[in-house]
């Protein structure tokens, strides 16, 4: 029975995670945070990311119109981990729930080019695996086992340019 349970339960997970590379992000451009006459340069649009395992990788594009404003990109993802503490006895009883979540973000300031164009490359970030979260974890009881039930893998870009409090794009999912 505990054996078609922990089955159960990985199925689970990797359903779940193929769901959730599946999904659609949410993307959004405002050049209002951005210099006056900001634009995609002919040829180029918002960035998409897409979820393949644990990594987010995101398009790169060009913006025309920025001046000699520079931006910074910021690419998070965040593993979220469920699971159970097991006192180990005869019935391996289950004694603490946890939820815990790891970031992995990058960074990058990119520097306007001549005839004020941002050219923004491919970025990409790997979140946290099972196998690493399970290594770093420990239950309350150091007699307890840790077991992880689910997984679920978000992230965040944002483009925000220099002089400016709020980003220019935003991609969630």
Known sequence: MRHLRRIICVLGVALGAIILSLGPAQASTDFGNAPN?????????EPTCTLLGLTVTCTGTQIAGVGNTNATISLSVTST?????????????????????ETTTTTSRITSTKNGRLVVPEQSATGTSTSQFLADFSCPNPNWTPEVTGTAIGFSYTLTFAGFSAPAISISG
């Open 37 to 45: 006459g900001a634009h995609y340069a002919n040829g180029s649009g």
């Open 81 to 101: 981990f469920s699971g159970v503490c097991h006192n180990p006895g005869t019935n391996s009883k289950v004694v603490e729930p946890f939820s815990r979540s």
